[in-house]
């Protein structure tokens, strides 16, 4: 068989539309690389094998039948993986969580079906922490996933298993869904591309909702211009679902041809806050390596003030409980998920508390109950309302910024670190759920204010991993809202010039 394992995946559609590989051939491969791998990394919760093969098949016959690879779409034949939040009209959907343990939707969500008309073959579902709830793949009701690099570490979370199987190349593309930075963390921490489109970009019908404000689904690739590639298959209008924007119904979705352009004049802006002296050694490093790669590449970099960056773990830990609480009120064990056995002379109660004491993890435990405090009667002022002005106050900074207004200079991006350090061993911060929160310092405020992120592989921290293994270290990308096209060019020359995307983890099944 060709190595498609190793081929990104404009490589590999390309492959496939010229016949060079058959779908059958790459669906294969990527199978086989999961039974093997897997057994290590624990990334996924299903896999479809006799679908996925099936659908590659189909895609086979009609290109030997004189279709055209065009008509089926620019990821024909390409193997993808789907965090189990999404809806998929087969298999389950657990959201990797008891109380959804058995649940099977009747409906596919729109970016599980863009990517299937784009000719995209389904080979699994992946493994997260429960709802999307934490930071390290740690909190999944059914297993802890484990980072390619080192397998004693996290892998980020909460789309941890979509990274992971990305990274250990068992498909070329993933889709997560970042609440928090649950994209980009994880992409930070396995040495991948890891995208949050701007708020309203993507559609979220389908998507099992954990903040319905701040959620957004994107993908995890190896490099930019898959990415690209892959925003440009599952973005626009979707008049399913109400937080998608009608403006775009007419957008332009090629993300992918003015790529390879360099941005002329490019100001990017580094927040004050990003020399944390808390950033591992490696990390402030690779944020200084970073500003002398746009610099050699004549781009003009500039100190920011982000002054409310400090209130945005504050402000994420209020209103995404808050929601949480809300949105988990559904699974009670009548309407929808696990019912627990009671007796005959329990009131209604009881059936709700069991059933979701039953069914929830701790931590999803604890988000309910922080949000379902802080939206009390009596603290809803002090706390959500709070919140939310910090919200608008963190949104302000970076309109600023981008701007030019109150006196910042006008960058046409922010860069900073995704994560303060390296991937951390396993167990390491499950029993202190502040430390825990502390891995998002530098994501959750990209969802506070609605804009795209992206994180990039930014270096290596030498040495780190367990046995001497060098450890992945990211970069992020923050542009104003739906500016992603120039975000994404951006991203792409930093990529070009350093090539840290090509180095590969020691765990290839």
Request: include cysteine; hydrophobic fraction near 40%; charge should be neutral.
């Given at each position: 068989m060709a190595d498609t394992a190793s081929m990104t995946v404009r490589e590999l559609a390309g492959a496939v539309a010229s016949r060079a590989v058959s779908a059958v051939e790459a669906a294969r491969v990527s199978l086989d690389r999961i039974a093997s791998a897997d057994r290590s990394l624990r990334a996924y919760l299903q896999v479809f094998e006799e679908r996925a093969l099936a659908r590659a098949s189909e895609i086979d016959r009609r290109l030997a039948g004189g279709e055209s690879a065009a008509s089926i779409g620019p990821l024909a034949g390409v193997p993808v993986a789907l965090k189990d939040n999404l809806?998929?009209?087969?298999?389950?959907?657990t959201c990797g969580s008891r109380i959804l343990e058995k649940y099977e939707s009747p409906f596919s969500a729109?970016?599980?079906?863009?990517?299937?008309?784009?000719?995209?073959?389904?080979?699994?579902?992946?493994?997260?922490?429960?709802?999307?709830?934490?930071?390290?793949?740690?909190?999944?009701?059914?297993?802890?996933?484990?980072?390619?690099?080192?397998?004693?570490?996290?892998?980020?979370?909460?789309?941890?298993?979509?990274?992971?199987?990305?990274?250990?190349r068992t498909v070329p593309l993933a889709l997560g869904s970042d609440t928090g930075g649950s994209i980009r963390q994880p992409a930070s921490l396995t040495n991948l591309v890891g995208l949050k489109p701007t708020y309203g970009r993507v559609s979220r019908f389908g998507l099992v909702a954990f903040a319905s404000s701040l959620d957004q689904v994107g993908p995890l690739a190896r490099t930019v211009g898959d990415a690209a590639l892959a925003l440009g298959v599952i973005a626009g209008f979707d008049e399913q679902d109400s937080t998608s924007l009608e403006a775009l119904r007419q957008g332009d979705l090629d993300f992918v041809r003015d790529l390879e352009r360099p941005v002329a004049g490019l100001r990017l802006g580094v927040p004050r806050q990003a020399r944390s002296p808390q950033n591992h050694p490696a990390v402030a490093a690779a944020l200084e390596a970073s500003i002398g790669v746009y610099r050699g590449l004549g781009a003009e970099v500039v100190e920011i003030d982000l002054p409310h960056l400090a209130y945005g773990i504050a402000a994420y830990y209020i209103v995404a409980p808050a929601e949480a609480s809300s949105n988990l009120a559904r699974f009670d064990g009548i309407r929808y998920g696990r019912r627990a056995e009671t007796g005959p002379g329990d009131h209604l109660m009881a059936l709700y508390s069991r059933s979701r004491a039953e069914g929830f993890g701790p931590e999803v435990q604890r988000r309910?109950?922080?949000?379902?405090?802080?939206?009390?009667?009596?603290?809803?002022?002090?706390?959500?309302?709070?919140?939310?002005?910090?919200?608008?106050?963190?949104?302000?900074?970076?309109?600023?910024?981008?701007?030019?207004?109150?006196?910042?200079?006008?960058?046409?991006?922010?860069?900073?670190?995704?994560?303060?350090?390296?991937?951390?061993?396993?167990?390491?911060?499950?029993?202190?759920?502040?430390?825990?929160?502390?891995?998002?310092?530098?994501?959750?405020?990209a969802n506070l204010a609605g804009i795209p992120a992206v994180s990039i592989p930014g270096g290596f921290a030498e040495k780190a991993g367990t046995d001497g293994q060098d450890l992945p270290v990211g970069m992020q990308l923050l542009?104003?809202?739906?500016?992603?096209?120039?975000?994404?060019?951006?991203?792409?020359?930093?990529?070009?010039?350093?090539?840290?995307?090509e180095r590969a983890p020691g765990v290839r099944g």
């Open positions: 809806c998929t009209g087969y298999g389950r959907t729109t970016v599980v079906r863009r990517l299937e008309a784009a000719g995209a073959v389904v080979v699994g579902k992946t493994n997260l922490d429960e709802f999307a709830m934490g930071s390290s793949c740690e909190n999944s009701a059914f297993h802890c996933t484990h980072n390619p690099w080192d397998v004693t570490r996290a892998p980020g979370g909460s789309s941890g298993g979509s990274a992971a199987a990305v990274a250990a309910i109950m922080l949000g379902t405090y802080v939206l009390s009667s009596g603290y809803y002022d002090a706390y959500y309302l709070t919140a939310l002005r910090a919200r608008r106050l963190i949104k302000r900074d970076f309109d600023g910024a981008f701007s030019a207004e109150e006196g910042m200079p006008g960058v046409h991006a922010v860069l900073m670190p995704t994560t303060a350090g390296p991937a951390f061993k396993i167990g390491e911060k499950t029993s202190d759920p502040l430390a825990m929160y502390l891995e998002d310092i530098y994501t959750v405020t542009g104003p809202a739906f500016d992603e096209a120039r975000l994404l060019r951006i991203a792409r020359m930093h990529e070009a010039a350093t090539r840290w995307h």
